[in-house]
């Protein structure tokens, strides 16, 4: 009897204990976590093209150079008596300085004595005049005929008028060598050179010293080719900033004063002149800009009408990326006029209100699905400069 209540009792009760241990299962397993189908379209940022007006900015090196050189020689000859604080190489000097002075009293008796013969000869003038008009009065009681221009005193005269005026120019050569026994300077100028000292005797002619002028200066500029067909209609009184770059930055004002009118055959470059007033900051607060310096000028050029600003990095190939009204990708051929620092200037091949693509895929391909995730302002307006 017993047999015959097992054999159901086993079965029902391996059946509940099945029924608890799944009842354990579910109660335990962890929760099913929901997700989101994944959007592979990649994100852009983008930005709407608008066209500019851009004034070309045009920049170019040279080295800053002396308006004037002066190899200083002497006119007269003599003893050098003394000479000027700054007359030494390095020195600044002022536009009428005395640089040197010559021992002068040969050149003031020279003097004197011109200005005695200009005496004498007037004093022989006055005289030969007197006899010209008593012979005149006495020709009057002589007929026309016999009267002749010597017997009028006529040549003598006119040989005293020429000794007066051999007189006058004598003295006036004698005060220009008193003169020139002071050796002035012709110009605010850097001197460069000397070769004299108190002491030397020196003979007229002699080079003694080599002076650059610092009221200009002057910059050859080179320009490139592909800066040409942007300069200035009328480049002439351009303004111009200088800068030379150093241990303290330096800029100053500067102005194009002309063109040299030919294309170096060897580069293909057009050369300008930048003139710099007042290089070495004498009469001025500012700072100095030395002779040799390497410098780098920037002036203004053509203003560029109807142009796109677009990063370089955003330009391969001559074409851009851009997105159209469906949110997918294509491109652009586009033709680039001028490049400053890290932009492209376009004039043709994309329209206003393009969308350029500022963030495009590491793979991009014609067609592509994009998630537009940022629209910034027009490229060329004053947040991008």
């Known amino acids: 009897m017993l047999k015959r209540h097992l054999k159901w009792i086993l079965p029902i009760g391996i059946i509940g204990l099945g029924a608890i241990g799944y009842s354990v299962v579910q109660m335990t397993k962890p929760e099913t976590i929901k997700t989101k189908a994944v959007d592979a379209a990649p994100s852009v940022n983008i930005a709407l093209l608008e066209p500019i007006t851009h004034q070309v900015a045009i920049t170019g090196f040279g080295e800053v150079a002396p308006l004037e050189v002066t190899a200083l020689s002497t006119q007269v000859s003599g003893e050098v008596l003394s000479w000027h604080p700054n007359f030494v190489p390095g020195g600044v000097v002022k536009r009428g300085d005395i640089l040197f002075s010559i ?161 170096d055959s060897a580069t293909r470059m057009v050369n300008m002149v930048v003139r710099v007033a007042d290089p070495y900051a004498v009469d001025t607060k500012a700072a100095g800009l030395p002779f040799g310096s390497y410098v780098e000028v920037q002036f203004n050029g053509a203003t560029i009408p109807n142009v796109f600003k677009v990063p370089q990095e955003l330009v391969k190939g001559d074409r851009v990326w851009l997105v159209d009204e469906n949110d997918t990708l294509y491109f652009k051929q586009v033709n680039v006029i001028r490049q400053e620092q890290a932009y492209f200037y376009i004039d043709s091949g994309v329209e206003s209100g393009d969308r350029l693509v500022l963030t495009p895929p590491e793979f991009p391909q014609v067609g592509m699905k994009v998630s537009i995730t940022g629209i910034r302002q027009p490229i060329g307006e004053p947040d991008d400069e």
């Open 103 to 263: 021992e002068d009293d040969n050149y003031q008796a020279a003097v004197l004595q011109a200005q005695a013969e200009l005496a004498q000869s007037k004093a022989a003038l006055i005289e030969e005049r007197a006899k010209a008009k008593v012979a005149e009065q006495q020709a009057k009681k002589i007929k026309d005929r016999q009267v002749s221009e010597l017997y009028l005193r006529k040549p003598q005269v006119l040989s005293a008028e020429a000794r007066v005026k051999s007189a006058q120019a004598g003295l006036k050569r004698a005060k220009r060598d008193l003169d020139n026994c002071k050796v002035l300077s012709p110009y605010d100028a850097l001197v460069v050179s000397r070769t004299i000292g108190v002491g030397q005797f020196v003979t007229s002619g002699t080079q003694v010293a080599m002076i650059n002028s610092i009221e200009s200066a002057e910059i050859m500029l080179p320009i490139a080719g592909f800066d040409s067909p942007f300069l200035p209609v009328n480049i002439i009184g351009t303004r111009a900033k200088v800068l030379s770059k150093g241990r303290i930055d330096v800029m100053r004002d500067g102005v194009i004063v002309r063109d040299l009118g030919i294309v």
